[in-house]
């Protein structure tokens, strides 16, 4: 008989992971049957803030899965339900809530997360937009055994992947989930035979990376265009780094960095084209902006209320956005 696995996971990290499970199609003596899928509530969404239900949720009811959907695992009717399942592995990929000990002790197998980082560095709930925050130039996935804490647990298996110059969180997040999903699939028959040893994390390396806050993308244009640079890739496309000018919020989605400005153009050549940080001037790639360090060209930006456009498009249509400076 296949082992019966419950997975819990929401966003579309967890997608390759779930799929993975459901074509499962190993031996008969490691085989899984995903048997239900516990995932967040739906959560509401848009101008109309009419409920959205999770990229997990529509795969399981795609593929006719029974679906949870809790506010609380700590709730006793929710832990009935799971009890009913008979679950002996629970999978776990960016479900949104920490496994309560009832939860963690139900499976005979344990509960196994999938984690888009190579642990013990970036523990948290955003570890690939700290990776990119900081210049990591390479992360990768955990498989570890879950415990009480948060990714605290004895680590499984490990593969590592580098962060290319141009990955966003989006690209990132995803290239991470499909890596995650393979090494899942590569190790569980492993696990379920006994032939993988656990092994402890390494606490003095320890770093987190807490859940993300709009207020975070926020520019601070006396930062070095380097970091800036970095910050737009890493919150992208949630909650995107943004300026403000006149007043309204400008997002900022594209952007190259460079150590040095170059020389003005146009109605700004032979004037001042450096000017305090968050000066825009006008160059012959595009809008560049001051910053603490070098300067940071615009590629593509987003005002409030309207689509994406290229950043030049963009200049050339805003009156006074040459030459203002951006807060």
Known sequence: MPYRIVFMGTPQFAIPTLQGLIDWNSPEETRGQVVAVVTQPDR???????????????????????????????????????RAWQPELIVV????????????ELPRFGCLNVHASLLPRWRGAAPV????????ASTGVTIMQMDAGLDTGPILRQRPLAVDPDDTNESLTARLAQLGADLLRDMLPDWLTGNIEPHAQDETLATYAPQLKKEQGQVNWNDPAEHIARQVRAFYPWPAAFTYWQGQPLKILRVA???????????QAGADSNGLPGTVNATPEGPAVVTGRGVLYLREVQ?????????????????????????
């Open 44 to 82: 509401p969404t848009g101008r109309g803030q009419l409920p959205k239900p999770s990229p997990v949720k529509r795969l399981a009811q795609q593929v006719g899965l029974p679906v949870l959907e809790p506010k609380s695992l700590r709730d006793p009717q929710v832990l009935a339900e799971l």
């Open 303 to 327: 005002p409030a209320g309207r689509r994406p456009m290229p950043a030049d498009a963009f200049a050339r249509g805003a009156r006074g956005f040459v030459g203002a400076r951006l807060v």
């Open 257 to 267: 960095a460079a150590g040095e400005a170059p020389p003005a153009t146009g109605d």
């Open 129 to 136: 937009a700290a990776a990119i925050l900081a210049g990591d």
């Open 93 to 104: 990929a960016a479900f949104g809530q920490i496994l309560p000990a009832p939860v963690l």
